[in-house]
């Protein structure tokens, strides 16, 4: 019995893996499957132009930007859309891994997400009816009904703006951007934030009869982010990353602003405060 046994533990140890050691195997090929293969994208239904829905198609630059993330990784990509205050419910939700819609990185939000690399920043800007030319300075909005969207990071530059001029303004809120544009046209708000491209895009497109003030508030980091904690989120916001700086490197990105602005967002200038 004892040659036998002596027999046989000589087989398991020249088979290795094969035989008796064959766990490694499995966990590796365990650990492949964890890779994502399909990332879930919550984005807006109705903030034109960086994502909307126009008969029945889903447009806007994020779309496009998703579009290459997805032929440079292989992921997946799939929307669930809603008004801009739903977005994030999505996400801390579990239905959604990131949000796309030209999200602002700012301290309150990476406190709670990790955020991909910045792919665009975009002056944020101050924008007032057509006919308002005495507003060109931030402190020009003294006591001013300052509309912004729920969820949005408007508010929050508000705020700043606020705090910083020593000013007083009345604050709103909207559900959307639509109906904050629509209460906008209707006198229900003087003054509102949007990044530079949203609202160059507006105005010279006619949706709004409005311009920008002269001096920017700041410069706003666009990043995606992701829940933190999460091995699922942290793999995915790697091979994000990843994407977004070789579409730095090759010009997609440059590509993409440019087909809907006319200029290019996608890279971090060399002078600016970076909004937070």
């Not at 036998?4 to 492949?32: D, F, H, R, Y």
């Not at 410069?219 to 999460?230: C, D, L, R």
């Amino acid at each position: 019995m004892k040659k036998i046994v002596l027999a046989l533990l000589s087989v398991c140890i020249m088979l290795g893996t094969a035989a008796c050691g064959n766990s490694e195997k499995p966990a590796a090929t365990q650990e492949k499957a964890k890779v994502p293969t399909e990332i879930i994208v919550a984005s807006g239904s109705s903030s034109i132009p960086n994502t909307y829905i126009e008969n029945g198609v889903h447009k806007g630059h994020e779309v496009d930007i998703w579009n290459a993330i997805s032929a440079k990784t292989g992921l997946k990509v799939t929307f669930v859309t809603g008004e801009f205050n739903t977005l994030f419910g999505y996400l801390d939700s579990g239905k959604a891994d990131t949000v796309g819609n030209t999200i602002t990185l700012n301290a309150k939000r990476k406190e709670k997400y990790d955020f991909s690399e910045p792919y665009a920043y975009i002056p944020e800007k101050l924008v007032v009816h057509s006919d308002r030319t005495d507003i060109k300075n931030l402190k020009d909005i003294t006591g001013m009904n300052c509309g912004f969207s729920s969820g949005s990071n408007g508010g929050n530059l508000f705020q700043q703006i606020a705090k910083e001029q020593n000013i007083q303004i009345n604050l709103v809120a909207f559900d959307s951007s639509e109906l904050l544009d629509q209460a906008f046209r209707q006198g229900k708000v003087d003054v509102m934030i949007f990044a530079g491209a949203e609202a160059a895009y507006k105005i010279s497109n006619k949706a709004l009869d409005a311009r920008m003030v002269e001096e920017n508030i700041a410069v706003g980091a666009k990043a995606y982010p992701f829940a933190k904690g999460n091995a699922k989120s942290e793999e995915l916001n790697k091979i994000v990353t990843k994407a977004i700086k070789e579409m730095q490197q090759d010009g997609t990105l440059e590509k993409i602003y440019t087909k809907w602005y006319g200029m290019d967002f996608s890279k971090k200038p060399a002078n600016g405060k970076i909004a937070e």
